[in-house]
């Protein structure tokens, strides 16, 4: 089941958000902070105005720019195997890739991250099973903030074989980060072809592209790697009040980026990130966990496909700050409406409350709702061998099946076992030791790190990405 059971939208709305969209870029502009794209955009076609750096790009050039985007592609770990196909029907799980606090699941401590903290959550990331796609999880305090994103990815590929992800601060820092992956695939071609690393750009809502975010765009599209656009806009504050206003303006922003990146590299292999949020009128605070925040989700992964790309959304998060009924609804309702609308990314894993903070605990129990999604993802088959007609007739009027073949040749394959939550009775549960679900969590985290190992990188490929990031501090610290 790749999804597409929740519908939020029908074609008539898509149409209408689409055609919001187009006269939100043609009559009112996106801003550009870069002289070579405005060039680039006036010579296609768009109206720009190079003093306000403002850019009316008309529908035309935007429906070629989808048509021409490559709109299926595979990112690769360096472990053999270790892939994610965007486009393929997969739902992609990924840990977040960088919270500025760590939270301590033994002590309930909250805590600036450390380099060790984010080491340990990559090694965490890769162990477990749901996750595809492993982040850095915290951006450590004591790594300038110039540097954090070259310091960080060096850090993943060291510690996991998984494709992997954190922020990237700018286009001088994208250069050495590229370089570290160009040595692990061995050649830049080799990465063109085999890409391990995807750009993701933000465009700051509403309708503008950062200095900073266009270099990141820039350096990928020279090698042709993949590239995901996707603003925060947030409902009611840097976008309407209504959700059908937010959804139209993210779309015009994303759209807007799309255009870019074909105008750099046609057919550059690109990811639709729709993730908007709303803002609570009550606090003023982003809200991660709620009802809007799933139907938004739903929304643009609907609109997202009627253009033919692999979605991303921000589901499967909550405002809690515990392991409480709120935690679970909100991440668990807003998770399945993504997945039954047929998203192909869901991010960000771990993240404690509405970008808060990274716990290692939820992001272990965080595993376990994906493998719940999962199963429900899956579906089941309706044949003669499932429906078991002969079996039911064999064990008859008041038979059991425990113990006959069909049981144990099937249910394997037809059940979910979960391995964190609970099923036992009241009594044997009060019994056991760890009957809390943040216990058990938490053995499971001491378990991994005493028992998971990946497969480390050959020597002269480690010395030579540490040389590149000893290159990197000493090139942008010395000059800032």
Known sequence: MGGGFAKVLNLAKIRKIHD?????????????????????????????????????????????????????????????????????????????????????????????????DSRTAILIGDALEGIDIVGAFVLPAEIPSEVRDIHLYAELIKNTGKPCFTWINNGKTAKYIIEMFRVVAGGEEKLRDKPMIEAFVEPISPLQFSREGLEILIEFAKLGLPVGFGPMAMTMATAPATLAGTIAQENAEILAGITISQLLSLGLPVNYWGIPHIMDPATGNISFGSPEQGLMAAAITELAKSYGFPVGINVGLTDSKLLDVQNGLERGMTLLLGALAGADVFGHMGIVGADQGGSLAELIINNEMIGYLRRIMRGFYVNKETLAFEVIKRVSVGGHFLEDVHTLKQFKKELWLPDLFDRDSWEIWNKKENNIILERAIKKKEMILRKHKVRPLDQDIANQIDEIVREADKDILERE
């Open 20 to 116: 919001t969209s187009m006269r939100i870029l043609s009559e009112i502009g996106i801003k550009v902070n870069n002289e070579e794209i405005l060039d680039l955009l006036s010579k296609a076609g768009a109206r720009v105005n190079k003093e306000t750096k403002v850019a009316r790009i008309p529908e035309h050039l935007v429906m070629e720019s989808i048509k021409k985007s490559k709109k299926r592609y595979v990112l690769y770990g360096r472990e053999a195997g270790k892939i994610a196909e965007f486009g393929y029907g997969k739902q992609l799980f990924m840990s977040s890739g960088g919270q500025y606090i760590w939270i301590d699941e033994t002590t309930g401590e909250r805590r600036p991250g450390t380099l060790n």
